[in-house]
């Protein structure tokens, strides 16, 4: 992927030195602002890097603009790092869907607000599941930034425990209801053709991750790495230990339906079986 990139007239990409099994390329800082305002809001700003820093501060002067805020899709700290010594450089404001993102200066975003800043109207869209305080901000061009929701390649990670897939399929639908034209995504590049069909094949997909582990806790019991063993068995091994969050997500979901029973915490001996 390109360094920097303008996606829009409201947004520039800056790509951040990160990559990894992970975070793919690396995390996408966005730049968002009206041309011509002389100011910008960072959306998660990532790694506290000096030269992902500088790229960000290039980013800003090639459209003329000053941070004023810096907002945070969720607390993992390949978006939320860099965002309180960032905020001290630039003077400017915090504003996350934790008071630990935030920090006691900054700002605690409520679900449905809208944020004036930088010459445009940015809502506040909560999507909880991949993490509890997880936002997405929709912009007046109808993009949505939906941090770690939804990948550009690939498929996100519900975290467990902390993760909801319950959650996680109501925000997948909020996002839908909301009609984007586009999905600029915390990792990979962004989504720009038929955005309403990839959330669709998220909901389908993590139906189909449901229905593989039911049909293997139909053979008998197992335990969760077995489990991740044979439903992930095309996935490189690096990233099973992913999987196994969202494994055991999915299972706290089918435990709370009364559809399976047994061990789903990391460590436990007790095999998981079909209730």
């Known amino acids: 992927m390109t360094r920097i990139v303008d996606l829009d007239p409201l947004v520039t990409r800056v790509l951040a030195p990160n990559p990894s099994h992970m975070s793919l390329d690396g995390t996408n800082t966005y730049v968002v602002g009206a041309p011509g305002s002389g100011r910008a809001v960072l959306v998660d700003p990532g790694p506290d ?20 805020a810096v907002l945070v899709t969720h607390h993992h700290a390949d978006h939320a790092e860099a965002a309180l010594p960032w905020a001290a450089h630039f003077g400017a404001e915090v504003a996350a ?24 109207s940015i809502g506040v869209v909560p999507t909880p599941g991949h993490t509890q305080d997880h936002l997405a901000f929709r912009l007046e061009s109808g993009a949505v930034l939906v941090g770690d929701h939804v990948l550009g390649r690939g498929t996100s990670v519900v975290t467990h425990p902390e993760g909801d897939v319950l959650a996680y399929l109501d925000s997948l639908r909020r996002v ?5 034209s586009a999905l600029y995504c915390g990792h990979g590049p ?7 069909a990839v959330l669709d094949f998220y909901l ?18 197992a335990t969760v790495d077995d489990l991740v063993a044979t439903v992930y068995a095309a996935v490189p091994r690096q990233v099973w230990p992913a999987a196994a969050q969202s494994t055991r997500a999915t299972l706290d979901k089918l ?12 460590g436990a001996a007790e095999p998981v079986r079909l209730a």
């Not at 993102?101 to 409520?110: C, F, M």
């Open 49 to 68: 890097d000096a030269g992902h820093l500088a790229a960000v501060e290039a980013a800003l002067a090639a459209r003329g603009a000053e941070c004023v």
């Open 97 to 120: 869907g934790s008071a630990a993102v935030a920090g006691p200066r900054g700002r605690v975003l409520e679900p449905g607000e809208r944020l004036d800043l930088a010459g445009t």
């Open 176 to 180: 839908h209801d909301l009609g984007p």
């Open 190 to 196: 962004e989504l720009t053709e038929d955005p309403g």
């Open 204 to 221: 389908a997909h993590r139906a189909y991750r449901e229905r593989q582990l039911l049909d293997v806790l139909g053979q008998g019991s």
């Open 255 to 266: 435990r709370a339906e009364g559809r399976v029973e047994g061990g789903i915490e990391p």
